[in-house]
């Protein structure tokens, strides 16, 4: 079964094709970086305009590179939420418009369930399993029980990981999007050269970023003082604050994960958004693995990290609503 995908949630033109939720066949995207980069963050209008602008002919080059006809296709899915509206607009659009053209099923998927599914791309993942999302908007902790039995165990209670990742960059100047741009630079610096907050929630696996990044730049506007006319101590100050900022946000992650994995019995364990390209990040929890026996760790593939239109394609497949195109079970449109 063969799903032609779109993903326009945020700023990045997607589409991918995807057989049997789990080979991808083709998958394009369109980044906009440079488009929003001296705004230092995504402005909605502009990246709806570029959708509008590139998803034609990503659906084109993702038909060309899997050598495929529109009429080869079993199903269209677009991202439906959340995200931007009018961005998430032309995605859906799109694909209802070529499911009407076609007279096959659309699927709506949800953003958050296609990062989940993101590790059901190219492996043999299978629930039971527990997810620790962190992307740009989001950070859960979520049990996925069964296709249809979803549990979110803990979320962030203000900024994401990526928001606070973006932030920081801001602070140190370092570039757009944050998220890659802090981890080039803390790879430059020293981990425990700055002593910053975990926070304590109540609730054992709600995590909060807000006074981490409010740390942060406490932090940056006493050492630049401190640093003032000496641009090597600057550069040096940079690293060891991005290094030192980056420990904290993944040792937080990590000991959370650990304990829920601990507590709840489960033994695989997925990693996936967009923060999930994350080096220092992936490395912890590689290393935590390989001193426990039994316990199996899934990461996506670097390129279905962010947002793509390959994990919707798998979210919109292992839909337990709409896993068979043969029945009217499969036309419902709904979203899990």
């Given at each position: 079964m063969r799903i032609l995908a779109l993903e326009t949630s945020c700023d990045d033109t997607a589409c991918a094709i995807v057989e049997d939720g789990r080979r991808v066949l083709a998958s394009v995207v369109k980044s906009q970086d440079s488009v929003?980069?001296?705004?230092?963050?995504?402005?909605?209008?502009?990246?709806?305009?570029?959708?509008?602008?590139?998803?034609?002919?990503?659906?084109?080059?993702?038909?060309?590179?899997?050598?495929?006809?529109?009429?080869?296709?079993?199903?269209?899915?677009?991202?439906?939420?959340?995200?931007?509206?009018?961005?998430?607009?032309?995605?859906?659009?799109?694909?209802?418009?070529?499911?009407?053209?076609?007279?096959r099923p659309f699927i709506g998927v949800n953003h958050l369930t296609a990062h989940i599914?993101?590790?059901?791309?190219?492996?043999?993942?299978?629930?039971?399993?527990?997810?620790?999302?962190?992307?740009?908007?989001?950070?859960?902790?979520?049990?996925?029980?069964?296709?249809?039995?979803?549990?979110?165990v803990g979320q962030t209670l203000d900024d994401a990981v990526g928001e606070a990742y973006d932030?920081?960059?801001?602070?140190?100047?370092?570039?757009?999007?944050?998220?890659?741009?802090?981890d080039k630079l803390a790879q430059q610096g020293d981990p425990n050269a700055y002593s910053l907050p975990i926070a304590v929630t109540k609730h054992p696996y709600d995590f909060s970023f807000s006074g981490l990044k409010t740390a942060v730049m406490r932090l940056i506007e006493r050492e630049t003082v401190a640093c003032a006319g000496d641009p090597s101590a600057l550069a040096l100050m940079r690293g060891n604050v991005a290094a030192s900022f980056q420990a904290t946000v993944v040792r937080t992650l990590f000991l959370k994960t650990q304990r829920l994995m601990q507590e709840s019995g489960f033994q695989t364990l997925s990693i996936a958004g967009g923060?999930?390209?994350?080096?220092?990040?992936?490395?912890?929890?590689?290393?935590?693995?390989?001193?426990?026996?039994?316990?199996?760790?899934?990461?996506?593939?670097?390129?279905?990290?962010?947002?793509?239109?390959?994990?919707?394609?798998?979210?919109?497949?292992?839909?337990?609503?709409?896993?068979?195109?043969?029945?009217?079970?499969?036309?419902?449109?709904?979203v899990i």
């Open positions: 929003h980069a001296p705004f230092g963050g995504v402005i909605p209008e502009l990246a709806a305009r570029n959708h509008i602008q590139w998803v034609n002919p990503c659906v084109a080059e993702a038909l060309a590179s899997a050598k495929l006809e529109l009429s080869e296709i079993d199903a269209f899915a677009a991202t439906l939420g959340p995200g931007l509206v009018g961005s998430l607009l032309v995605g859906a659009g799109t694909a209802k418009a070529l499911s009407f053209l076609t007279g599914c993101s590790n059901f791309l190219e492996s043999d993942l299978e629930p039971p399993f527990l997810c620790l999302l962190v992307s740009g908007g989001h950070t859960q902790l979520v049990k996925v029980n069964a296709l249809d039995d979803i549990e979110i932030k920081v960059a801001r602070l140190l100047d370092a570039g757009f999007p944050g998220g890659p741009a802090v923060v999930s390209a994350n080096t220092a990040l992936r490395a912890v929890f590689q290393e935590w693995i390989t001193r426990c026996p039994g316990i199996r760790l899934f990461v996506p593939h670097l390129g279905y990290c962010t947002d793509n239109a390959a994990m919707v394609g798998s979210s919109a497949f292992f839909n337990p609503l709409t896993h068979d195109a043969k029945t009217e079970v499969f036309s419902r449109k709904l």
